[in-house]
T-cell receptor, first 113, second 108 residues
């Protein structure tokens, strides 16, 4: 088995601040994802990366940047945090970009004050 | 329109009762997955089940592709089963579209 590690677990930012969330996986998976979950709602895809150095926009990419620095890591940047924003950001990975099982990290909980 | 619909939105059980959670898809299905979301937010994959029936302990997942639906059956529920259950369909690969979830509460 493997594990997906997200850092930090909790992130408090100020309005307008640029914030970076990090994700590492040791599955040796090709494809990685960033999802956002708002309170009481389902997950929505922000960005994904099919392989190292690849970047694809999801349904919710506006306001975010992403970077796949190497196969095992995928970071997400909130370019300008919105006041009173609260959400959980979940990183995930899968063996490839075909129809295959997806595994998730434990999440980063963002609060903007 | 909404591609993945889950029902019920919430469910309260007495410990020991069984539960049936449903997931319906508006378009044809390539793959689907059931997840359990812990109260603190982490997601655990329960089943990757594109078709047919899979069982793991007290949990059984059945996906019927022709009918565009999947169900999750929990038998003899326990208090520790409480949490949110999410289903998701795969779109053009492993990208997932999630349903709104079923929030399960199991009482002693």
């Amino acid at each position: 088995g493997g594990i997906i590690t997200q850092t930090p677990k909790f992130l408090i930012g100020q309005e307008g601040q640029k914030l970076t969330l990090k994700c590492q996986q040791n599955f040796n998976h090709d494809t990685m994802y960033w999802y956002r979950q708002d309170s009481g709602k389902g997950l929505r895809l922000i960005y994904y990366s099919i392989t190292e150095n690849d970047l694809q926009k999801g349904d919710l990419s506006e306001g975010y940047d992403a970077s796949r620095e190497k196969k095992s890591s995928f970071s997400l940047t909130v370019t300008s945090a919105q006041k009173n924003e609260m959400a959980v950001f979940l990183c995930a990975s899968s063996r490839d970009n075909a129809n295959t099982e997806v595994f998730f990290g434990k999440g980063t909980r963002l609060t903007v004050v | 329109g909404q591609q993945v619909q889950q029902s019920p939105a919430s469910l309260v059980l007495q410990e020991g009762e069984n539960a049936e959670l449903q997931c319906n898809f508006s378009t044809s299905l390539n793959s689907m997955q059931w997840f359990y979301q812990r109260p603190e937010g982490s997601l655990v994959s329960l089943f990757y089940n594109p078709s047919g029936t899979k069982q793991s302990g007290r949990l059984t997942s059945t996906t019927v592709i022709k009918e565009r639906r999947s169900s999750l059956h929990i038998s003899s529920s326990q208090i520790t089963d409480s949490g949110t259950y999410l289903c998701a369909r795969g779109n053009a690969g492993a990208k997932l579209t999630f349903g709104g979830g079923t929030r399960l509460t199991v009482r002693p």
